[in-house]
C-alpha cells in the first residue's frame, strides 16, 4: 500500500539582490533548506529568505500565493519569480499560511 504524500510545510519568499524588485514564491517542506539549495547555484550565497508561512497543504497554498502574487504583480513576472514588494510578499504570504501546528 502506498503512502500519502505529507503536503505540510512551508511556502515562502525568496529574494537576490542580482534581480532587484523580483521575489521568488514557493513551497518546500522546510524553507531554510530550500534556501540552502539555491545557495549552491550562487557562487555569492546571495539568496536570502524574507518571509514564509506554515502550510497544512504546501502545494494548494503555493498554488493560492501565485495566483494573488501575478494580480500584484500585473503580469510581472518570470515563473515563480514575481515583481511585488517585500510588503506585498508578505500579505499574499500571510493569506495563504495556516497557524503552526
Known amino acids: 500500500e502506498e503512502e500519502e504524500e505529507d503536503w505540510t510545510g512551508e511556502v515562502y519568499a525568496i529574494t537576490n539582490r542580482a534581480w532587484p524588485g523580483y521575489v521568488k514564491i514557493g513551497r518546500a517542506k522546510k524553507a531554510e533548506k530550500r534556501l540552502g539549495d539555491y545557495q549552491t547555484y550562487s557562487p ?57 501546528p
Do not use: M
Not at 508561512?53 to 500584484?72: F, I, Q, T, Y
Not at 515563480?80 to 510588503?87: A, K, S
Open 44 to 100: 555569492l550565497r546571495d539568496y536570502e529568505l524574507r518571509h514564509r508561512v506554515w502550510c497544512d497543504d504546501r502545494k494548494s497554498s503555493e498554488n493560492r500565493a501565485h495566483k494573488k502574487a501575478g494580480l500584484l504583480a500585473l503580469g510581472r513576472r518570470n515563473g515563480e519569480w514575481f515583481r511585488i514588494t517585500l510588503d506585498q510578499a508578505r500579505w499574499v504570504l500571510d493569506q495563504v499560511g495556516n497557524p503552526e
